[in-house]
Every structure is written in structure tokens, then in C-alpha cells.
T-cell receptor
């Protein structure tokens, strides 16, 4: 498929566990974004990459959140020592010329 | 500060009715973009339209139309002759050209179209 893919689609974690969420952007898209969408809310910006450079991480809620994109393609969002308030859908988007294409998201539930 | 307000939390209509979803935005920038996205029950955000701040022309695409008015900082979305398949959550969003193109979303309007 030519769209943005994310894995896993669903993740259940016990409080305190570490999780890693993967995003495969559309081939050739330089920009990549991560958003967090809590239940009943709009997506909220977490972080932004241009190729492998993380240019904006102002939306990451705490130092437990870490994102990387080492080769300028696939990106991983890692959450350490998960808390219940981390439960949300995590959306990845890649963009070309200001139009962002979103993946299906990963629904994270922290018990 | 940048902000997007969608005051309508939920709207219910009967098929074939017209419906307008409101969006009001705040920004200090003169160059910005406005968007509408559709989020069906499957969860994936579907791009509908992008408008830049210098283009106030209204746009029509099939049953969809958008009314951009800078004077009232609004970017409203109208669906004509609604269909059941239009049922979804609709998000209005803003990005500022100087600000890495990150999107600032409203809280969304859930549209339910009944047969």
C-alpha cells in the first residue's frame, strides 16, 4: 500500500512497562509528525521530524516520551514507564508540501 | 496563541438534509493554512481540504463546500444533501507557515446522519 502504516494497531501495557510504536511513512516524504489523540478529543501535536532531524519536540508531555527517525524514514515513538494517562491513540503523519497524510493510529491502553 | 474552536460537539440530521459545521480560529500570523479532516469510525483521518490565508474564495467539491471568512476568523464546512456515509467526526485544523507545519486541531464535531 502507498499510505502511512503504523504498528501495532493495538497495544495493551501494564503500568510501568515500556512501549515502542512504529510508523512507516509514505516513501519520499521528508516530514513526519506524531500526534496524541485522547478519547473524544482532537489530535495534539507531539513531535516533528524533517528527514532524520527532530526539529520540534515541544509537544512531548514528559521525558518519558522519546521519538527517533535514525535513517529519515521509519520512526519509532517510545514511551517509558507507561502511566494510565498515556492511554490514547497515537497518530503518525507524513507530509509533502504541507498536506499531511495520516496513518490508522496505534491505540494504547495502559492498565 | 493559536487555537481552533468547534463549538458544535454533536449534530444529528436526517439523510438529504444540509448541514454546516462551524470552525473559528485564532492566530497572530498573517500566513497560515486551514484544513478539514474527516475521521470515520475506522479511526483514520482523511484529508478533505486545505486553504491558505490569502485565498478567501469559497470552494465547492461535489456535495461539500467551504466558506472562509477572514473578517470573522471562520472556516465553515457545509455538506449538502447529507448521506449516511457522511457520519463521522470532522476536525478543523490550523497550521502556521512559520511553525513547522504542525497542525492545531479543534475538538471535533460528531455528525450523525440517520436514514
Amino acid at each position: 500500500g502507498a499510505g502511512v502504516s503504523q504498528s501495532p494497531r493495538y497495544k495493551v501495557a501494564k503500568r510501568g512497562q515500556d512501549v515502542a510504536l512504529r510508523c512507516d511513512p509514505i516513501s519520499g516524504h521528508v516530514s513526519l509528525f506524531w500526534y496524541q489523540q485522547a478519547l473524544g478529543q482532537g489530535p495534539e501535536f507531539l513531535t516533528y521530524f524533517q528527514n532524520e532531524a527532530q526539529l520540534d519536540k515541544s509537544g512531548l508531555p514528559s521525558d518519558r516520551f522519546f521519538a527517533e527517525r535514525p535513517e529519515g524514514s521509519v520512526s519509532t515513538l517510545k514511551i517509558q514507564r507507561t502511566q494510565q494517562e498515556d492511554s490514547a491513540v497515537y497518530l503518525c503523519a507524513s507530509s509533502y508540501r504541507a498536506e499531511q497524510f495520516f496513518g490508522p493510529g496505534t491505540r494504547l491502553t495502559v492498565l | 496563541a493559536q487555537k481552533v474552536t468547534q463549538a458544535q460537539t454533536e449534530i444529528s440530521v436526517v439523510e438529504k438534509e444540509d448541514v454546516t459545521l462551524d470552525c473559528v480560529y485564532e492566530t497572530r500570523d498573517t500566513t497560515y493554512y486551514l484544513f478539514w479532516y474527516k475521521q470515520p469510525p475506522s479511526g483514520e483521518l482523511v484529508f478533505l481540504i486545505r486553504r491558505n490565508s490569502f485565498d478567501e474564495q469559497n470552494e465547492i467539491s461535489g456535495r461539500y463546500s467551504w466558506n472562509f471568512q477572514k473578517s470573522t476568523s471562520s472556516f465553515n464546512f457545509t455538506i449538502t444533501a447529507s448521506q449516511v456515509v457522511d457520519s463521522a467526526v470532522y476536525f478543523c485544523a490550523l497550521s502556521e507557515a512559520r511553525n513547522t507545519d504542525k497542525l492545531i486541531f479543534g475538538t471535533g464535531t460528531r455528525l450523525q446522519v440517520f436514514p
